[in-house]
């Protein structure tokens, strides 16, 4: 039972079984009450026909014999039993009793006939099923009413009842109940089959399923999901493909950090090391001396700026940099940044001319982080152009949208490096960096419901930050 095609195989079964049954019971009951219906109906109609002679003799007072005969007469015509039932009164109850029957029986003893008192007290023909010592019989009584010349009231006398059994419904319904059996057998047959085929089915692409999972589980992510078809399971198996994608992305870019960031911790590593072992020589002059410190120094520098942006970056992607959202001026936080790098621009021979319009071009946004986007892109545009290349910063808006650029009249980034330039560990030159500071300032655009674009060519870059207004 553990198996998804026994049990699926079982549970269609089951469901079909029962389909079967519900149907085959109330088509059944349903065709045994219309049977029925429909004979007492003709029953009535041949009772009524064949009634009125019987009728008339009554009331003209002929013999016994002569009603006897006209009884034995009616059902002949009829195809039917025929009797003739008189009434009296019992204290509290009316009762029956024979006055002719077309079977010549002076006692009836196998049917009561009690739709013959149902008649008599209502005064309108009834029908009735009976069962008798043969089976079923259907009857129909017709109330024989005369004029009492006493009360001068019309008064029921008399009762014929003509009866027939019902042997004929009961063979066409055995007839129909076999040929429904016979239907449901060869159905469950058809459908125990055809729900083995398609648990068979299910349960063949569910195990392929299964295999590439467990392949993908144990770090095979060149594994493929089997997307053979369009219905759910198709749609589990492309959804598990796109996370599968997902999962070698993830793990192409895992490696691809590790590897840079080794590379990149590695060459200041290096560099102290060789230093280290400079600096241990006797003989090395004071100046010589004092030159591989500022060096050794600048080593330490490049290697705390990258255990920060390391840091940095994996509090973005782990999602526990907190964002302090507030209304701030972005023209504000240009000019507080771009007086921090008033030094560096003196030391890059450049200047950096601020755009700002007189009003205040507000953001919903943290302040800091949006200096500290901002700090990056200046840093950025310094390092990677030549000494004496301007910086331009800038704030405006443009309908729900406030922005900031920072643009540079450098040699441009060249058109290859665009597509992946917020990658971390990108850099568009040799120029010395992380590579992480664009991927940073990115992910915190994101944060902030905004975005970071670039344009760039040859004599211009600029990237603008897009903040909710």
């Not at 090395?284 to 700026?305: A, S």
């Not at 450098?410 to 010395?432: C, K, N, W, Y």
Request: aromatic letters at 4%.
């Amino acid at each position: 039972m553990r198996s998804l095609r026994t049990r699926l195989t079982l549970s269609l079964f089951v469901i079909v079984l029962g389909a079967v049954a519900i149907v085959s019971v109330g088509v059944l009951k349903s065709l045994d009450g219309d049977l029925r219906d429909a004979a007492l109906e003709q029953l009535m109609t041949t009772a009524r026909i064949n009634s009125r002679g019987i009728d008339i003799a009554i009331d003209r007072g002929d013999s016994a014999r002569h009603i006897d005969t006209l009884v034995r007469d009616a059902a002949d015509q009829a195809t039917a039993r025929v009797t003739l039932l008189g009434l009296y009164s019992n204290p509290g109850n009316l009762r029956t009793y024979p006055k002719s029957d077309s079977t010549r029986q002076v006692e009836i003893r196998d049917l009561q006939f009690d739709v013959a008192v149902d008649a008599a007290q209502t005064g309108r023909p009834q029908t009735a099923v009976e069962a008798g010592d043969a089976g079923r019989v259907g009857e129909a009584a017709v109330p024989l009413i005369y004029e009492d010349p006493r009360t001068h009231k019309r008064v029921v006398g008399s009762v014929i009842v003509f009866s027939r059994p019902l042997d004929v419904v009961d063979r066409d319904l055995q007839v129909v109940r076999d040929r429904v059996l016979t239907a449901a057998l060869a159905a469950l047959v058809l459908a125990a089959l055809a729900a083995w085929m398609v648990a068979r089915n299910v349960s063949l692409r569910v195990r392929r399923l299964e295999v590439v999972a467990d392949r993908v589980a144990q770090g095979d992510l060149t594994a493929r999901f089997p997307v053979d078809a369009h219905d759910e399971l198709g749609q589990l198996a492309d959804t598990l493909e796109q996370m599968r994608r997902q999962l070698a992305e993830l793990d192409d870019a895992r490696k691809r950090f590790i590897a840079t960031a080794s590379h990149e911790l590695r060459t200041p590593l290096f560099s102290l090391g060789g230093f280290l072992e400079l600096l241990e020589e006797e003989e090395l002059d004071e100046e010589d001396r004092r030159r591989f410190i500022t060096q050794l120094r600048q080593q330490v520098l490049r290697m705390q700026k990258l255990a920060t942006d390391l840091l940095d970056l994996s509090r973005l992607e782990a999602g526990s940099l907190e964002l302090r959202r507030e209304p701030t001026d972005l023209g504000d936080v240009a000019r507080l940044v771009a007086d921090e790098f008033a030094p560096a621009l003196v030391a890059h021979d450049a200047h950096l001319e601020l755009r700002l319009p007189p009003d205040p071009v507000e953001a919903d946004c943290d302040p800091e982080r949006v200096a500290q986007v901002l700090r990056i892109l200046i840093d950025n545009a310094i390092t990677h152009t030549p000494p004496g290349t301007d910086l331009v910063v800038s704030a405006s808006r443009r309908g729900d949208q406030a922005r900031m650029g920072v643009g540079d009249f450098g040699p441009g980034i060249h058109r290859t490096m665009l597509p992946r330039i917020f990658e971390p560990f990108v850099t568009s030159d040799d120029a010395q960096g992380s590579g992480l500071g664009l991927a940073i300032a990115s992910e915190l655009a994101e944060r902030m419901d905004g975005r970071l674009a670039v344009d760039s060519h040859p004599g211009r870059t600029t990237f603008t930050l897009e903040l909710p207004a």
